[in-house]
């Protein structure tokens, strides 16, 4: 009878025919023996780690400046919006009309000037709407603004649509409904400014005054001089040169702050508005 033949201990489990990569021997020291690998195997595994492999970027100082030296570095920055002119320190005069938040602005002149902001509030990108009771004095400027494109709506009294402002969309919206407008259906809000034209200080100017974050204020009557002064609180010394002031220059006032500003018109403005007049 045959019996199977047993494997030794420390080979069961092997398969059978396959030779050990090292076998002990009487003379063995016990150090693990190398194993040469290949040659091509060996130059894979350097180009993988070799420090020059691939594209190395430029090797220059880092740009490094100290504390106190931080306070050079700095740039000039202005505010944005429409520039509405100069100021008597011949610095330009900005009004920010597209906000985050409803912006209220009255302005007591005449056409002339409201249109020259109409039309640079255009030239920064706003949607301008203009309610108003005589469009033929809007549909020249609607024509010619955008450049061929729908930048300016003129729309009549009390039949002001939706407009849908946004930060990508702002909107201005220019009130030219005399001297007592109407309680208006679209008003401001955030990104969209609304402009009350007033022809001159009424007995219902005052509400409008008051409600207003913005007053622009050009040649008055010394008469109506007297009502601002109740409802702004303008100082003596700028008033009086309100009833003289020349027909291109606006009082423009908050609260707290006053200034003059000249509004010089572009060729363009004047091909298309005319010279600078208060009244229409």
């Given at each position: 009878?045959?019996?199977?033949?047993?494997?030794?201990?420390?080979?069961?489990?092997?398969?059978p025919?396959?030779?050990?990569?090292?076998?002990?021997?009487?003379?063995?020291?016990g150090?693990?023996?190398?194993?040469?690998?290949?040659?091509?195997?060996?130059?894979q595994?350097?180009?993988?780690?070799?420090?020059?492999?691939?594209?190395?970027?430029?090797?220059?100082?880092?740009?490094?400046?100290?504390?106190?030296?931080?306070?050079?570095?700095?740039?000039?920055?202005?505010?944005?919006?429409?520039?509405?002119?100069?100021?008597?320190?011949?610095?330009?005069?900005?009004?920010?009309?597209?906000?985050?938040?409803?912006?209220?602005?009255?302005?007591?002149?005449?056409?002339?000037?409201?249109?020259v902001?109409?039309?640079?509030?255009?030239?920064?990108?706003?949607?301008?709407?203009?309610?108003?009771?005589?469009?033929?004095?809007?549909?020249?400027?609607?024509?010619?603004?955008?450049?061929?494109?729908?930048?300016?709506?003129?729309?009549p009294?009390?039949?002001?649509?939706?407009?849908?402002?946004?930060?990508?969309?702002?909107?201005?919206?220019?009130?030219?409904?005399?001297?007592?407008?109407?309680?208006?259906?679209?008003?401001?809000?955030?990104?969209?400014?609304?402009?009350?034209?007033?022809?001159?200080?009424?007995?219902?100017?005052?509400r409008?005054?008051?409600?207003?974050?913005?007053?622009?204020?050009?040649?008055?009557?010394?008469?109506?001089?007297?009502?601002?002064?109740?409802?702004l609180?303008?100082?003596?010394?700028?008033?009086?040169?309100?009833?003289?002031?020349?027909?291109?220059?606006?009082?423009?006032?908050?609260?707290?702050?006053?200034?003059?500003?000249?509004?010089d018109?572009?060729?363009?403005?004047?091909?298309?508005?005319?010279?600078?007049?208060?009244?229409?």
């Amino acid at each position: 009878m045959s019996h199977p033949a047993t494997m030794p201990p420390g080979q069961q489990g092997r398969a059978p025919g396959r030779t050990p990569a090292h076998v002990a021997s009487p003379t063995d020291t016990g150090m693990i023996p190398i194993i040469r690998q290949p040659e091509t195997q060996q130059q894979q595994q350097r180009r993988i780690i070799s420090p020059g492999f691939g594209l190395r970027g430029p090797r220059r100082n880092r740009h490094v400046v100290s504390a106190d030296e931080l306070a050079a570095i700095s740039m000039p920055l202005g505010d944005d919006g429409v520039i509405i002119g100069t100021d008597p320190e011949s610095q330009p005069a900005v009004l920010g009309l597209s906000r985050p938040t409803p912006f209220d602005v009255v302005l007591v002149g005449g056409l002339w000037l409201a249109q020259v902001l109409a039309l640079r509030a255009a030239a920064t990108g706003a949607r301008v709407g203009v309610e108003t009771g005589r469009p033929q004095a809007w549909q020249q400027l609607a024509q010619a603004a955008g450049g061929g494109q729908q930048c300016v709506t003129v729309y009549p009294v009390g039949r002001v649509p939706a407009q849908g402002p946004s930060v990508s969309s702002p909107v201005v919206l220019f009130r030219d409904c005399g001297i007592r407008p109407p309680r208006g259906r679209v008003t401001s809000v955030p990104w969209q400014a609304v402009v009350t034209v007033l022809p001159f200080v009424s007995e219902h100017a005052p509400r409008w005054l008051s409600q207003a974050h913005l007053v622009g204020i050009q040649r008055i009557s010394p008469y109506e001089t007297e009502a601002v002064r109740d409802t702004l609180g303008i100082p003596e010394d700028q008033l009086q040169h309100l009833p003289t002031l020349h027909d291109g220059v606006a009082l423009w006032c908050t609260r707290k702050h006053q200034k003059f500003v000249m509004t010089d018109p572009t060729d363009a403005e004047t091909g298309l508005l005319g010279v600078a007049r208060r009244m229409d």
